[in-house]
Structure formats: structure tokens, C-alpha cells
């Protein structure tokens, strides 16, 4: 049974499904990578428990007294850094998330053409999306979500919708600039990354046998790449 955690409530429906993610809208360009002091080493050190004991024992099974335990400090320490299991889970899945995305969004920040970025950003995706931690928390977030709403909103915030404004404002300037034409950024963006998603995604989830060498990302993110720009390109 799960321990009941101060201010969340005796039952699951009593857990805050107000997310404290809720906040202005960033991109990767202004959101960065959470900063490895951030909080300092007892943060962080509570964190890598919290996220072997999410990935262990999900989110109703973790309490935040095997959360002490595996993070190696006090009850007390712990609720001097969060409030409750939800307030914990958040500062994980925005940490995990936060510092993933920079690094897939790398070539945003270069001067390069948009197929490029393009390139850079489809591999970076598709690296993200195959990577153990990113498994952990979609699992834990696909099993947990109907008695904790919450959860699911906090992934989406926290990942695929920086991800997704980030790409969106990238081809509005793109657009501006004439060098591309998508008159749905948002829209463009979403499908961009559902392209780059073909073939590993779901069977990783599913945890089935799939290529995801080097050489099988690089042919997927050309694939993706090549199909988006057949439609956003302009005509000569």
C-alpha cells in the first residue's frame, strides 16, 4: 500500500492535480538545462534516489520513506526539499527532461540550413525518445495516469510541449524569412516529431527488439527529414 504523503491527500483522487509545472510559456532556447548544482548536492542526491525508486516501483508503489532510504538521507531532509511525492516527481521529470532537450536542439542555435537543423533535431529526438530514462518515465506516466492525472501533464509540460514551441518558433522564422512555408507551426512541429518517432518509439516502449544503432537513427531522421521538407520547401 502506498504511504500517504503530508499535504497529498489520504486517497490518490486527494493528490494536487493543479501541476506546480504550470508556468509561462518557454522554449529550449530560454528554458535551459536545469544546472547540476541546482539545489545543491542534497538535491541531487535525492533526486537520482527518487528516480531509481520510480523506476522500481512506479509512482503509487514509491513512498517518499523508500525514497529517504535509497536517496540516503532523513524523512526530515526530505520534506525540507519537497513537500510531497507529487512536488518530488515534478522536480525529476522536469530535471530528466530539461537536461535532455538542449542537447537534441543543438543545432538550433547554429547557423546552418533548415535541413541541417533539421537533421540535428531529428536525431537528437529520436536519441531522447529511445533512451532508458525516457522509457522509465513514459511507462510510469502510461500506467500511473488514470488515478494520477497530474503526472501526465507534468511530462507533457516539462517535455514534449518545450519541445514542441520550440520547433514551432523555429519555423515561424523560418517561414518569415522565406525559407520555408508551413502555415501550421504547431501543427508542422507535432508531426515533424511523430515522423521521427517511426520504426523505434513504440517498440521500445513496448520493450520489443529494435534497431537503434547510430547508423538506423541517421536513416530515420534523413527519411523524416526528407518527407517534411517535400511539403514545406518552397516552390520554385
Known amino acids: 500500500m502506498a504511504e500517504t504523503d503530508p499535504g497529498t491527500g489520504a486517497t490518490p483522487t486527494g493528490i494536487e492535480t493543479d501541476s506546480p509545472t504550470s508556468a509561462p510559456a518557454a522554449d529550449v532556447l530560454t528554458c535551459p538545462a536545469c544546472d547540476p548544482e541546482e539545489g545543491g548536492a542534497k538535491y541531487q542526491q535525492i533526486l537520482v534516489g527518487a ?62 540550413p533548415p535541413r541541417g537543423v533539421l537533421l540535428g533535431i531529428a536525431k537528437g529526438m529520436i536519441g531522447l525518445v529511445v533512451a532508458p530514462t525516457t522509457l522509465m518515465l513514459y511507462r510510469i506516466v502510461i500506467s500511473e495516469a488514470p488515478r494520477f492525472p497530474h503526472l501526465a501533464q507534468t511530462f507533457w509540460d516539462n517535455g514534449p510541449a518545450i519541445g514542441i514551441r520550440t520547433l514551432s518558433r523555429w519555423l515561424q522564422t523560418q517561414t518569415a524569412n522565406g525559407h520555408l512555408v508551413v502555415p501550421e507551426p504547431e501543427f508542422a512541429a507535432e508531426q515533424f516529431f511523430a515522423l521521427c518517432q517511426t520504426r523505434v518509439a513504440m517498440r521500445c516502449r513496448l520493450r520489443m527488439t529494435v534497431d537503434t544503432s547510430p547508423e538506423e537513427i541517421e536513416r530515420i531522421a534523413t527519411r523524416s527529414v526528407d518527407m517534411f521538407l517535400a511539403v514545406h520547401t518552397p516552390r520554385a
Open 51 to 112: 528516480g531509481e525508486i520510480f523506476a522500481e516501483l512506479g509512482y503509487e508503489g514509491a513512498s517518499m520513506s523508500h525514497i529517504a532510504r535509497r536517496a540516503g538521507v532523513s524523512k526530515g531532509t526530505l520534506y525540507n526539499y519537497f513537500d510531497n511525492k507529487a512536488a518530488l516527481f515534478t522536480a525529476f521529470v522536469r530535471q530528466t527532461s530539461r537536461n535532455g532537450l538542449p542537447n537534441a536542439f543543438q543545432s538550433i542555435r547554429q547557423d546552418l
